[in-house]
């Protein structure tokens, strides 16, 4: 099992950023891909970033490349989100997550609860 746990979510004008961390406990999140996923209001689960085990590779949504950054520091069992260039679509609640395979959301099992993210325009 792999207990996670997000923080640093909030509210936030459009252009602003956030960074959210993910702090990992019980089995070893360096042994799991890690990802980010977003629900907005209405909308279904999506990927939005995710990093290897090493975090040599690495992967984002056309809809954040280029504004949001995803890293590791498997030391501290902690993943980070860095959201810049914030937009109000990016309005979302957050969650973090521990897979096998970087895209492969399926095979995500490990889940937090969630922190939210309200992007005002």
């Known amino acids: 099992q792999v207990q996670l746990v997000e923080s640093g979510g909030g509210l936030v004008q459009a252009g602003g950023s956030l960074r959210l961390s993910c702090a990992a406990s019980g089995r070893a999140s360096s042994g799991f891909a890690l990802g980010w996923f977003r629900q907005g209001p209405g909308k279904e689960r999506e990927l939005v970033a995710a990093?290897?085990?090493?975090?040599?590779?690495?992967y984002y949504a056309e809809s954040v490349k280029g504004r949001f950054t995803i890293s590791r520091d498997n030391a501290k069992n902690t993943v980070y989100l860095q959201m810049n260039s914030l937009k109000p679509e990016d309005t979302a609640a957050y969650y973090c997550?521990?897979?096998?395979?970087?895209?492969?959301?399926?095979?995500?099992?490990?889940w937090g609860q969630g922190t939210q993210v309200t992007v005002s325009s």
């Open positions: 990093i290897s085990r090493s975090g040599g590779s690495t």
């Open positions: 997550a521990a897979g096998f395979i970087l895209t492969m959301t399926a095979t995500y099992n490990f």
